[in-house]
């Protein structure tokens, strides 16, 4: 008996040891380099390594330190040291889409019961705005086609149709031809109780409040993890790279938005079955250049912590992606605990931005071929939670 104890303990210490050399080395995931004999002679066995690698690295993180099972445990919130805890201002505005003064869009209702919009679009290839009114079974009830000055700036007051469910923005470089969605999905027009038209607000746009308004900790929003491993030297070196020569926070944010949106392609074919499944690890999403909607969020946070920039992953529910066969919310969505989706808060001049590079950006794979259907977008960079909430909801920040 004593034998078989001294056993059981000494391979409980070594599967503890397994686990630690794991959650901070790379022994196990790289483990066809790490041991060149076992890649070149057993590469299924290599692979299956690798991704159990990933998969107790998975489950470790979510397991909460004592204080937070102790938090958990008597139902309240871990408290965050004073001098660790972001100050938040919320830019609130009613009409605008985007805090980006770059790109963005604003929809406003006149007093005389018109749509106002306005905003400035990519002048390089926005030269033409197409406006559309929708029904609710997203039947086209009325549309215009403007065309932008040569700033990108445009601004047009139009009538609303009787059976307006949605508004829609579409860009494209000629007056005729093939234009790009700007805004879908998006905005969505009801009437008052006193017939009058409104810009609907999102259902989940108070819970949505209450959770971006918690205190969050600096220090956690730096630290580098084993899947957002701002301290590896890839990571660093490409961080460096991207945000060379810019100088405020801002617009490094900006610059590491833009070269992940253009160079990591949203991997369609892994959400299909078709291929592995995509990497999540932001290391191996810059060496293998593609990622489906967490290894985006990542990264992005990986890039800007080498930075010194504070920003979190955040997961939540998202409509139109997978597990979401509707664009709208309803009963049966709302109420919505099981994260589909997931992005980014950055802290910057005492605010936390939101982003979402996996929306905006125009690269992917379909059918083993890497596309780039357009330029990057900038809807979702620094877009105001009011209408980020039209078809997003936050569930958890990870930490």
């Known amino acids: 008996m004593k034998h078989i104890k001294r056993l059981f303990i000494f391979l409980a210490l070594a599967a503890a040891a ?12 790289d483990i066809d380099k790490n041991i060149p004999f076992i890649g070149e002679n057993y590469p299924y066995l290599a692979e299956q390594i690798s991704e159990l690698s990933d998969r107790v690295n998975e489950a470790v993180s979510h397991i909460p330190s004592p204080s937070e099972m102790i938090s958990r445990i008597r139902g309240v919130e871990l408290p965050i040291d004073p001098e660790d805890t972001a100050s938040n201002i919320y830019y609130s505005s009613d009409t605008m889409l985007t805090f ?22 990519d002048p390089g290839s926005a030269k033409y705005l197409v406006y559309r009114f929708l029904d609710e079974n997203g039947e086209v009830l009325d549309q215009y086609v403007d065309p932008a000055d040569d700033a990108g700036k445009f601004r047009r007051i139009m009538r609303i149709p009787d059976d307006t469910h949605q508004f829609a923005v579409f860009t494209g470089p000629e007056r005729y031809g093939e234009f790009s969605s700007m805004v879908y999905d998006y905005i969505y027009l009801e009437r008052t109780a006193d017939g009058l038209w409104q810009v609907a607000v999102s259902p989940v746009y108070e819970h949505n409040t209450a959770e971006y308004e918690k205190l969050k900790s600096i220090s956690t929003a730096l630290r580098s993890t084993y899947s957002v491993c701002s301290g590896e030297a890839s990571v660093a070196e490409l961080s460096r790279s991207i945000t060379q020569g810019v100088s405020s926070e801002y617009d490094k944010a900006l610059a590491i938005h833009d070269w992940v949106c253009e160079n990591i392609f949203y991997d369609s ?19 293998t250049k593609r990622a489906v909607c967490l290894g985006y969020a990542n990264l992005y946070a990986a890039l800007c912590r080498a930075a010194d920039i504070p920003c979190n992953v955040v997961t939540g529910y998202a409509l139109g992606v997978s597990g979401s066969s509707s664009s709208s919310w309803d009963s049966s969505n709302i109420g919505s605990t099981e994260a589909n989706h997931a992005w980014n ?19 992917s794979i379909k059918n083993g071929e890497a596309l780039r259907e357009g330029s990057v977008s900038h809807l979702y960079f620094d877009a105001n939670l009011r209408f980020f909430s039209a078809n997003h909801k936050i569930l958890e920040y990870v930490k």
Request: hydrophobic fraction near 40%; aromatic fraction near 12%.
């Open 18 to 29: 397994a686990v630690v050399i794991n959650a901070n080395t790379r022994f196990f995931k």
């Open 100 to 121: 980006y003064s770059g790109e963005n869009v604003s929809v406003d209702i006149t007093e005389n019961g018109e749509l106002d919009v306005y905003g400035i679009a």
């Open 269 to 287: 074919d892994s959400i299909n079955g078709s291929t592995n499944t995509a990497p999540y690890v932001a290391s191996d999403v810059i060496e």
């Open 345 to 363: 808060e950055v802290y910057i001049d005492s605010r936390w931005i939101i982003v979402d590079t996996t929306w905006d950006s125009r690269s």
